[in-house]
């Protein structure tokens, strides 16, 4: 079902204090100022994953992962399960992040097993697709994203897609400072519905969460909230001062 939802997604940051900390201050804040209509996830380092579901016992945080083993279970040293996410109650996974796709290798096969084993599990995937500057500038953007789309989703029945929500994070506009304008997000945000919508129909289209990720924070959220295709923000860098996160998913 659309919904706006603003994720926090920690990358590789944070010390055990400090995660409990900004947990603490999360939680507090939104017991202090509960959100109006915003679905506020928090997606920390696996390691605080425990930490951040008991956290979220008691407020209206919800919690993702970062990453999940398109493995099912047994021989994968170093990797997760879905099903050990789901047994510390985490209900959202961002899948396919640009850096995943870039310093794990992760192809479209890996990442459409990661979304069906999620599905299977009742975890929503964050879907992340988005383009490189090379590619806009060489106006391959739109059919870039609408491979990534469909190489990694279209598997899927129409009732399993309704459980996803998309991400586009132009590559360009991580951890830069340089933002997508809101013309830009809105124009990539309705494509992406677009294309949803000649797969899916437009029922479907129309109750996808798709959101925005790329230097968005406090200042520029309110404006790239405001078109009527973007459904909220997955949030890296802001996402790791509490107010700032918190003003974000204040900015619709
Ligand atoms: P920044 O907000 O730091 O640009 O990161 C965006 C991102 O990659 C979220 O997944």
Redesign the pocket.
């Given at each position: 079902m659309r919904s706006k939802i603003v994720a926090g997604?920690w990358k590789m940051n944070k010390k055990f204090d400090e995660a409990d900390e900004l947990l603490y201050q999360i939680s507090e804040e939104l017991s202090n100022n509960p959100l109006k209509d915003v679905q506020l996830v928090v997606c920390p380092p696996s390691l605080y994953l425990e930490l951040a579901t008991d956290f979220a016992e008691s407020s209206d945080l919800k919690i993702g992962a970062q990453n999940v083993s398109h493995q099912k279970s047994g021989a994968y040293t170093g990797e997760l399960s879905v099903e050990m996410l789901n047994s510390v109650d985490v209900e959202y996974c961002?899948i396919g992040?640009s850096e995943r796709r870039k310093y794990f290798s992760e192809s479209s096969e890996m990442l459409a097993q990661k979304v069906d084993n999620l599905l299977e599990f009742g975890i929503e995937p964050i879907f992340?697709i988005g383009e490189q500057l090379d590619d806009r500038e060489a106006g391959n953007h739109f059919d870039l994203v609408k491979k990534q789309l469909s190489e990694g989703l279209f598997h899927l029945s129409a009732s399993e897609f309704s459980n996803i929500v998309v991400a586009y994070?132009p590559v360009w506009?991580?951890?830069t400072g340089v933002t997508a304008s809101p013309k830009q997000a809105q124009e990539m945000h309705a494509f992406i519905r677009g294309v949803i919508s000649e797969k899916y129909g437009s029922d479907i289209a129309e109750e996808t969460t798709i959101i925005y990720?790329?230097?968005?924070n406090a200042k520029n959220a309110k404006e790239l909230f405001s078109n009527k295709d973007v459904d909220g923000g997955?949030?890296?860098?802001?996402s790791l001062i509490a107010k700032d996160f918190i003003n974000i998913a204040n900015s619709f």
């Open positions: 997604n961002i992040h992340c994070e506009a991580i951890g990720g790329g230097s968005c997955l949030i890296g860098g802001a």
